[in-house]
């Protein structure tokens, strides 16, 4: 679990830096799956890059 980051006297929650260490992932992730075709076999693309990026997040809360 890590800890409040600091920059600069500003604290920030640990969230966030695991929010932006999700979003690399999930764009590779994606971008992988446009390339084999994963892509175009779902509905709603949007919803399903959101729960991507959601479950990529979850990962790394669980696992860090």
Do not use: C, K, Q
């Not at 479950?55 to 669980?62: A, E, M, Q, R």
């Amino acid at each position: 679990m890590l800890s409040e980051a600091n920059l600069d006297g500003v604290l920030f929650a640990p969230i966030v830096l695991y929010a932006l260490a999700a979003l690399p992932i999930t764009l590779l992730l994606r971008t992988v799956m446009w390339r084999i075709g994963f892509m175009r076999l779902v509905w709603h693309l949007a919803l399903f890059e959101v729960a991507l990026y959601l479950s990529v997040l979850s990962l790394l809360v669980l696992l860090v």
